[in-house]
């Protein structure tokens, strides 16, 4: 069985869509980074996406953890064009747009942007990627929200919008097994 820790990065501040545009982390809460830090397995191998916000976030949890090479397909939803741009606007540009993907995620698309669906295919294709080259290990996966919800989503075997129930926060823990004959969801957004 390969036990996977999937952390989302520490917080960002911003208040408009952060997909895959590079902003940096807040780390300063030194306390939880070390109630998380204490939580997370030390033998286990550590990985993050390659956004900075991630990468930051696994220098902090690093802690004499063997590191990975950070991996794109770990990336957070790919917004597009409506990167950086807050909600309100978005859905005055792209008002049907805007609902048919949060209301019924799946192909549809933001602008220069990709799918639920080809999202969850990309961090699909990677978390398979760590699995096979790393059976049986604990695994320390440092993403984001979007990317973290389409492994939920796999577990449970789901429709999309039924994963947006789920609150990520940033520093939390959702833990999702990998075994021979499928995956176990053991904790999701735990906050040690």
Avoid at 117 to 123: L, Q, S
Wanted: glycine share 6%.
């Amino acid at each position: 069985m390969t036990r996977l820790w999937w952390v989302r990065h520490g917080p960002t501040h911003e208040q408009a869509m952060v997909g895959w545009r590079d902003v940096p982390a807040d780390l300063s809460d030194h306390e939880t980074i070390a109630r998380l830090n204490a939580h997370l397995p030390q033998d286990a191998l550590l990985v993050s996406s390659d956004l900075i916000r991630a990468t930051a976030t696994a220098d902090a949890l690093a802690q004499g953890r063997h590191r990975l090479p950070p991996h794109p397909g770990l990336r957070e939803l790919h917004f597009g064009d409506w990167d950086g741009q807050t909600w309100d606007a978005i859905a005055k540009t792209h008002p049907e747009l805007t609902f048919a993907y949060w209301d019924d995620p799946g192909d549809h698309r933001p602008p220069n942007g990709e799918s639920w669906n080809e999202a969850a295919a990309r961090v699909s294709a990677a978390t398979d990627a760590l699995v096979t080259a790393h059976p049986g290990r604990d695994i320390i996966v440092i993403a984001h929200f979007g990317a973290i919800l389409t492994q939920v989503q796999r577990a449970r075997g789901c429709a999309p919008v039924d994963v947006f129930a789920h609150r990520i926060d940033n520093l939390s823990v959702t833990r999702i097994d990998r075994h021979a004959t499928g995956w176990d969801i053991i904790a999701i957004n735990h906050r040690p």
